[in-house]
């Protein structure tokens, strides 16, 4: 075979591999995948309403003479810090670009966004359940914009679990095998952890334990939805 005809074979081969391989957005929004799509869309606006019904019902909770701060051992012992910025803006641009790097790598999107909404949908159910009284000396939100976006979806009452880090080590664990975002996603977690301790927002438990809530999440969302988790697999 004369070289230019092996040429013109090698490089069909190699576009039919990435033809066969590839996985754009579009991708998502197509015939096969569409109904996966809705079912996601749904599960994560059922998720939020969920939300928004326990942070009400918390924050309902929070005026009752039974609801008392308890102590805790970080608490107790660390200085009260301001640290809204990142408790507020940081997580706000957070949950912006993490969407964004989610839509570039489509092979995730369609899994990323059911854990997300299974795991709104679980700490909703978490924090509807015990009612503990704000930490003294909590750092409140401001009377930005921002402030009041985070203040709406978060009222300062739902505490266990630390959804500031969770969501971010829930990332980090499906972004496992990608060490760049491994990596980052890690890092806002513990930059998250810290900040919401020092802010005294959460309860020690509720940071420590979120972890191994974001592990859990994550397992039942790859028995839940295999096909899509299947996606993420098949880019590895």
């Known amino acids: 075979m004369p070289l230019a005809g092996v040429r013109r074979l090698l490089h069909f081969i190699a576009m039919e591999t990435i033809r066969q391989n590839s996985f754009f957005l579009r991708d998502v929004f197509g015939r096969e995948r569409i109904s996966s799509l809705f079912s996601g869309l749904l599960l994560l606006g059922i998720a939020f309403w969920l939300d928004h019904l326990a942070s009400v019902y918390a924050f309902t909770y929070s005026s009752f003479a039974t609801t008392r701060h308890v102590g805790d051992l970080f608490l107790d012992n660390l200085p009260v810090v301001n640290l809204n910025f990142i408790i507020i803006q940081g997580a706000l641009l957070t949950i912006v670009f993490g969407t ?3 839509l570039r790598r489509p092979r995730y999107f369609l899994f990323s966004l059911k854990a997300v909404a299974l795991f709104i949908a679980i700490r909703a159910f978490f924090i509807s359940l015990t009612h503990v009284g704000i930490y003294p000396g909590q750092i409140t939100p401001g009377a930005g914009l921002l402030d009041s976006i985070y203040l709406y979806y978060n009222f300062q009452t739902g505490f266990f679990f630390s959804g500031h880090t969770a969501l971010t080590f829930l990332m980090a664990i499906i972004f496992w095998n990608r060490p760049p975002a491994r990596a980052a996603f ?6 998250f952890g810290v900040a919401v301790l ?3 927002i959460h309860y020690s438990i509720d940071v420590f334990a979120a972890p191994f809530m974001a592990y859990g999440i994550f397992k039942i969302a790859e028995r839940l939805f295999p096909r899509d988790y299947e996606l993420i697999e098949s880019a590895l």
């Open 198 to 200: 020092l802010a005294h």
């Open 186 to 191: 890690l890092s806002l977690s513990l930059i």
């Open 100 to 102: 964004l790097f989610v």
